[in-house]
Nanobody, 124 residues
Framework: QVQLVESGGGLVQAGGSLKLSCAAS????????IGWFRQAPGKERESVAA????????YYADSVKGRFTISRDSAKNTLYLQMNSLKPEDTAVYYC?????????????????WGQGTQVTVSS
């Protein structure tokens, strides 16, 4: 099992920045890809960014390209999401997720482990 714990959410004004963290523990060697999803009220959970746990390949949703940056600190078993130029439409619960699949997983069902989520609210 892999345990994921997110932190760093909060309330920020439009144009501001937040940095989310996701601490991984347990059988982290089972993780091949790790990423961030978000879910706004009344909407489906969507992929925001993902990367290989070992390696440099990254993936970003079109809606966040150029504004969000995914990164990790392997020594700390921690994943990050730096969010800049935030918009009200970025408001959602953000989830960290890990997958053991060898191919880039983009749908929620392809991920095996999930954190509890952290709320990000962007005011206009």
């Amino acid at each position: 099992q892999v345990q994921l714990v997110e932190s760093g959410g909060g309330l920020v004004q439009a144009g501001g920045s937040l940095k989310l963290s996701c601490a991984a523990s347990g059988r982290t060697f089972n993780m091949y890809y790790i990423g961030w999803f978000r879910q706004a009220p009344g909407k489906e959970r969507e992929s925001v960014a993902a990367m290989r746990w070992i390696g440099i390949s990254t993936y970003y949703a079109d809606s966040v390209k150029g504004r969000f940056t995914i990164s990790r600190d392997s020594a700390k078993n921690t994943l990050y999401l730096q969010m800049n130029s935030l918009k009200p439409e970025d408001t959602a619960v953000y989830y960290c997720a890990a997958a053991s699949t060898l191919n880039l997983p983009q749908r929620p069902g392809e991920y095996d482990y999930w954190g509890q989520g952290t709320q990000v609210t962007v005011s206009s």
